[in-house]
């Protein structure tokens, strides 16, 4: 009965998944007494399940030709078509929403986006549970996709140290292909299942031993590991938990600065361990950096404070705080520290959304539930230029990269510019069409970056006056779940995706 149920195509499985999960909130809500929302979660679910056994047993006697294309069509509608099935309970239990708002919110969530349409005191414990939850299956998928779909494609940054074409499988992968991607996916999932749910669980401990309380422990768990930024209540510069809880939280988003933090099944270096590993060096150099920039600006700018703020505990506060949000935007998690506050007085600029812009675009680790550039194709870019710099005050000089660095300096920086410009494209794009939907130019830049990096609480955090989604257009609504998606996919895929031959077939 179980291979017959792992044989089924991908969408199907990712469906039923789905649907399952449902129960989780219907449990919740019947716990809580809360008769509705429980109806509404166990009925979808029910359901979903039934519908997907109906489509299995009508499938069942059809001979599919499995490929990687196929994996990645199935990838693209999961997250497309999907949440409109996850929308349906949240929309029959708030039941005071446009079921556009409710898909909106879970393509939000299955993107890891996180931004959302509702305020924190509108939704009941349970819908909030339901959206970290969808955002911490989409971030399991992320991981599992870039090591059995993704990889194997040389797309999602992988394209940078490969040797094949993106979209292409290398040749000297060739026995790895010939395994069945289907079978592929169940071993990765096997494999990184356990350290997901491991690190979820540990963390959402620290939490609740911190001052949390366990259902916001719980969802600040779950949106840390897949960098959603999901809260219930706003953030977790409104938790319990404090200073404390923040440190704990900044130490597992360090595994969203490289796969090598939890996983070598994707190896991106040409040496092992995390501290040769350029992403995760060049992301704490980021982090380091760009706060300490912010905090010795207080004396290089001629901004003056008054007394009583100069003191160690208010310098010490200010530097935490920008070194907690800093590290949350470039993961494209997107939390605020509480400290944030005292470092921009610290900083004396006033909302430097420019900066929260550059750390969102530039992104985590590849393969990580991260969006953004990435810091892989970031590295590329760097080596190539100071290969450049070089070469141009010695025109005869000889590089001295062998191996690895070599193809990262050449085809590797070739690729990840390809990349960069069709991104500026996408965003070029996305503020055009936000700009003609009625959004301001500001505004448009900041939806387009917001949803492209998968940076959803970028809304709130970069503009003077914080974006209300709910007041956009329906057509505005549906170019923010087409640019999420996107985002979350990345052009060479999508292009890799049209470009085939799984059309044909």
């Known amino acids: 009965m179980k291979p017959r149920i792992l044989d089924q195509p991908l969408f199907l499985l990712l ?19 809360q008769h509705h929302e429980a ?17 299995a047993l009508a499938m069942s006697s059809r001979n599919r030709k499995r490929g990687e294309m196929g994996n990645l069509l199935a990838l693209f509608a999961c997250f497309s078509v999907l949440p409109a099935m996850l929308a349906v309970p949240f929309y029959e239990a ?40 969808v955002g911490w299956m989409g971030g399991l998928l992320m991981w599992v996709a870039a090591a059995a779909i ?14 094949a074409e993106p979209g292409q499988s290398e040749t000297r992968h060739s026995q790895f292909e010939r395994a069945d991607p289907q079978r592929r996916i169940i071993r990765v999932t096997a494999q990184l299942l356990p350290i997901y749910a491991g690190l979820t669980l540990a963390l959402w401990i620290m939490l609740v031993a911190a001052g949390d309380r366990p259902l916001v422990g719980l969802c600040h768990a779950m949106s840390v590991m897949a960098t959603s930024g999901i809260s219930p209540i706003g953030g977790v510069q409104n938790a319990g938990s404090g200073m404390a809880g923040e440190a704990v939280i900044a130490l597992f988003l360090l595994f ?6 939890f996983s070598s099944d994707t190896i991106t270096t040409a040496r092992r361990g995390i501290h040769h590993d350029p992403e995760f060096r060049l ?56 400290d944030w506050t005292t470092a921009r007085d610290w900083s004396g600029l006033t909302t430097p959304g420019l900066i929260f812009l550059g750390l969102a675009l530039t992104g985590g680790g590849v393969a990580t539930t991260a969006g953004g550039v990435k810091l892989l194709r970031v590295w590329a870019l760097y080596l190539n230029g100071l290969r450049e710099m070089e070469r141009l005050v010695h025109p005869s000089s000889v590089g001295r990269a062998t191996g690895l660095s070599r193809r990262i300096r050449k085809q590797g920086a070739y690729i990840a510019w390809i990349f960069f410009m069709l991104f500026a494209l996408s965003l070029a794009a996305g503020t055009v069409v936000f700009s003609a ?6 505004n448009a830049i900041i939806l387009s970056v917001a949803a492209l990096s998968t940076t959803g609480p970028l809304i709130s955090l970069a503009p003077e006056t914080k974006i209300v989604l709910a007041d ?4 505005a609504k549906l170019v923010f779940c087409a640019v999420m998606v996107l985002g979350r996919l990345e052009m060479l895929a999508i292009i890799a995706l049209l470009t085939s031959d799984v059309w044909r077939r």
């Open 472 to 475: 956009l257009a329906g057509s």
């Open 39 to 55: 109806r509404a979660f166990f009925y979808s679910g029910a359901l979903g399940l039934f519908v997907v056994a109906m489509v």
């Open 437 to 442: 939907l009625g959004s301001s130019f500001e």
């Open 150 to 163: 993704l990889a194997p494609l040389n797309l999602g940054g992988f394209e940078v140290t490969a040797s």
């Open 256 to 261: 969203a600065l490289s796969r090598l933090t």
């Open 283 to 338: 992301g704490m150099l980021i982090v380091i950096g760009v706060p300490l920039v912010l905090f010795l600006r207080h004396w290089l700018a001629s901004y003056g404070a008054q007394d009583g703020q100069d003191g160690l505990l208010t310098a010490l506060r200010a530097l935490w705080g920008g070194i907690f949000t800093t590290l949350s935007v470039l993961t494209t998690t997107g939390f605020e520290s509480a």
């Open 15 to 33: 469906t039923g998944i789905g649907a399952a999960a449902m129960f989780v909130p219907a449990i919740h809500a019947s716990v809580l007494n």
């Open 94 to 133: 708030l039941r005071t929403t446009s079921f556009l708002n409710a898909y909106m919110e879970m393509v939000s969530s299955l993107t890891t986006t996180g931004s959302t349409l509702f305020a924190p005191e509108r939704l009941s414990s349970t819908l909030h549970l339901w959206r970290a939850q």
